[in-house]
């Protein structure tokens, strides 16, 4: 007697973690555009062919900059820059982290926002991690923008590396933590559009402390060994 299985059907294979999506067409606005670190991302995204929009809190001071920078890049203020974007990465301070996110609010509404803000001190003995009340920079932004898709990333490359343009490529892993997988999906694929460097899920928002936090270690390597180290994920 034929018996049938009343049970759930098969599960689906599961989904192959290098299959992204196409961010070819994404147009990427860099808050802090016009620090080390958010000048350099823009640069690299924008020589990848990246459509890119950096944003300072003087508009005047974005327009400059993204004049030196070429390859299309275009400046604006931050919430215009904000609006104007599809992804948004946060490059300010971490001095100014919170009153940023708190004033581009509503302009950051529905957008994913990656943040790479690392929350450090700095004494005689070189730098340290801070903790912030809400466990990391990346919390306090998700906490600050509750109807934004927060994701974090980019948080371990040399700002030197990425304005150097003789160098051709970044041989490193982009680390990228978020809530939702097809958020941290398009920000590995953005990440890999850059030559030489490869976005890798790390991780839910709560353990973005740790790897914010690992920066300030990579400062000790660089300042020993005079170098602009960054990081690779093993046997992935």
């Not at 007697?1 to 961010?23: C, E, R």
């Not at 802090?32 to 508009?59: D, E, F, M, N």
């Not at 709560?206 to 990081?231: D, F, M, P, T, W």
Request: overall charge negative; some cysteine; aromatic content about 4%.
């Amino acid at each position: 007697m034929t018996t049938h299985d009343s049970g759930s059907a098969p599960k689906p294979p599961a989904k192959d973690p290098w299959d992204l999506p196409d961010v070819s067409g994404l147009t990427v606005g860099v808050i802090g555009g016009t620090g080390p670190q958010g000048r350099g991302l823009a640069y690299r995204l924008a020589r990848a062919g990246q459509k890119v929009v950096i944003g300072s809190r003087a508009a005047e001071r974005a327009e400059a900059a993204a004049a030196e920078l070429g390859h299309g890049v275009e400046g604006a203020e931050n919430a215009v820059c904000a609006r104007r974007s599809d992804l948004v990465i946060v490059a300010v301070p971490w001095e100014g982290h919170a009153k940023t996110l708190e004033a581009l609010r509503e302009d950051l509404a529905g957008k994913i926002v990656v943040d790479c803000v690392n929350p450090l001190g700095f004494d005689k003995k070189g730098a340290f991690a801070l903790t912030p009340e809400e466990g990391s920079a990346a919390e306090q932004a998700a906490a600050l923008l509750p109807d934004s898709r927060v994701t974090a990333a980019f948080h371990h490359l040399s700002a030197v590396l990425l304005q150097d343009e003789s160098v051709q490529e970044i041989d490193t892993d982009v680390l990228v933590l978020g809530e939702a997988r097809a958020d941290t999906d398009t920000v590995q694929a953005l990440a890999n559009r850059i030559p030489g460097m490869r976005g890798i899920f790390a991780g839910r928002l709560r353990n973005a402390h740790q790897v914010e936090s690992l920066v300030a270690n990579l400062i000790s390597v660089n300042r020993r060994y005079k170098a602009h180290a960054g990081l690779r994920t093993t046997d992935v």
